[in-house]
């Protein structure tokens, strides 16, 4: 693991983004694994500003994205393929066929993640994928105890989870959806690259046993240890138990 310790996390978008953009100057037409939550939301952000200003040519790329909630469309605001529309997809312009999600709505969830894990291989697989991290240590959706050879499937959330992503369903942990669709942690490490993005003290504990600690399934960051190519975005409050 490389890992990159940085003043703030204005620093954290701006280098993760270079990454990003070095990657798909390499091959314009990359697929990238991309991930949501408020961490990736700045980064989205300065993806799209150098894109608008003619830095950066996005609009080869194709995608695969972690995870979706089981039971929202996609037209659902609280939905990560809403927010992917909304914070990256619509300003580079990429299509919903080349961005793609799991799809949580469908009928038969579990279905719907097989045939997800063979879209993914049938496209070449990852060349760079994106990670935050929980508060408790999950990527993607894997949840403490998460196999480490885990496949797309469908998961169940953990309170922990219900509680830190309570703030898009109106604040209340009951609203948000208790399962969900996630690539598991065997397709992850299956990425030719990973660059795992952490900001913010609350994720310094997951961060550093992810580091640091030992190569356990109670603390799914730390499967990346195992990955001969993984990059650590850090700020100070995210590497301060380091
Ligand atoms: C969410 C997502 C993860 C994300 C993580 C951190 O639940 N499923 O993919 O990395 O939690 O989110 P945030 O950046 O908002 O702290």
Request: proline content about 3%.
């Amino acid at each position: 693991m490389k890992i990159v310790i940085l003043p703030d996390a204005r620093a954290v978008s701006c280098a993760v983004a270079d990454i990003i953009v070095q990657e798909v100057r390499r091959n314009p037409q990359a697929v990238l694994g991309l991930a949501t939550g408020r961490t990736m939301e700045a980064i989205y952000a300065e993806l799209c500003a150098r894109h608008k200003g003619g830095i950066a040519e996005l609009s080869n790329i194709s995608s695969f994205n972690l995870d979706e909630y089981v039971g929202l469309s996609e037209e659902d605001p609280r939905s990560y393929h809403y927010y992917m529309r909304e914070n990256l997809f619509s300003t580079i312009g990429i299509e919903a066929n080349k961005g793609r999600l799991p799809k949580g709505a469908a009928h038969d969830p579990e279905q719907a993640a097989a045939e997800y894990d063979v879209a993914l291989a049938a496209s070449g697989g990852v060349d760079m994928q994106l990670l935050g991290i929980g508060e408790n240590g999950h990527i993607g959706f894997n949840e403490p105890l998460s196999g480490l050879s885990t496949r797309t499937r469908v998961v169940a959330l953990a309170k922990a989870t219900l509680e830190q992503n309570a703030k898009m369903f109106g604040g209340d942990y009951n609203n948000v959806p208790k399962q969900a669709i996630t690539m598991g942690i065997g397709t992850i490490l299956e990425a030719r690259s990973i660059l795992l993005v952490a900001t913010g003290s609350a994720k310094a504990r997951a961060v550093a046993q992810s580091v640091e600690g030992a190569l356990s399934a109670s603390m799914p960051g730390s499967a990346l240890q195992l990955h001969a190519k993984c990059i650590v975005v850090l700020d100070q409050g995210a590497a301060s138990e380091l």
